[in-house]
């Protein structure tokens, strides 16, 4: 005899009394309300993760200012907050004045400076000023004005797909005049900084600006 002859499906071989989860329904039910309920609780930790590594990878660069060689634009020991997703995907060829960090491989670590010279620009210091192919170039950004030393040479030809740097302390920073190869690649750039939040008291400012 074909006990399937009205169509019923074969039950479930489990015996019921056997503990089968579908002999429950309230234990199945709490179940889903458990994994319900740690998801709603804990589930925006994977995720606030997740978004703060591409933060931090891709978008925005978070460092500390360890020298007083920016000042006063950077104050030491004064935390940045820099613009890197270009830099990540391409090789942009930042603007002159802006203040960026890059990689010397040369100190063999992460530096901040000034952007003065671009690709085929002729950097030549004079009497304490900084001239770009011949025209002096205006820095209302530096704390003193014309105590800019040659320091190893007194021009400079930065050669097509390098940069110049300076910094802004210019009697206590050591950049492009005192290193040994002073060109930097464009590929070298990292980062574009936006922000300095400086808060220690014997700092010379405190507070949270916008860097230009």
């Not at 429950?24 to 709490?30: D, E, S």
């Not at 709603?40 to 978008?59: C, E, N, Q, S």
């Not at 006063?72 to 020991?77: N, S, Y």
């Not at 210091?125 to 040659?150: D, M």
């Amino acid at each position: 005899m074909d006990e399937n002859k009205d169509g019923l499906q074969p039950a479930d071989p489990q015996l019921p009394g056997r503990g089968s989860a579908d002999s429950y329904p309230g234990r199945r039910l709490q179940k889903e309300s458990t994994a319900r309920r740690l998801w709603r609780d804990y589930g925006f930790a994977p995720i606030t993760v997740a978004v703060m590594l591409v933060l931090l990878k891709v978008i925005l660069q978070i460092a500390w200012v360890p020298s007083g060689s920016m000042e006063d634009t950077l104050p030491t020991r004064s935390l940045l907050l820099s613009w890197q997703m270009p830099y990540v995907f391409a090789d942009p060829t930042p603007q002159r004045g802006d203040v960026v960090t890059f990689r010397s491989e040369e100190l063999g670590k992460l530096l901040v400076k000034r952007v003065i010279g671009l690709p085929g620009d002729t950097v030549s210091i004079q009497n304490g000023y900084v001239y770009i192919n011949g025209e002096k170039l205006e820095e209302s950004y530096l704390p003193r004005q014309g105590v800019t030393a040659a320091g190893n040479q007194e021009e400079y030809v930065v050669p097509e797909g390098c940069l110049f740097f300076l910094g802004d302390n210019r009697t206590n920073s050591q950049d492009a005049r005192l290193w040994d190869n002073p060109y930097i690649p464009v590929d070298k750039v990292r980062s574009h900084v936006l922000v300095c939040i400086s808060f220690l008291k014997e700092n010379s400012w405190r507070g949270i600006r916008v860097v230009s």
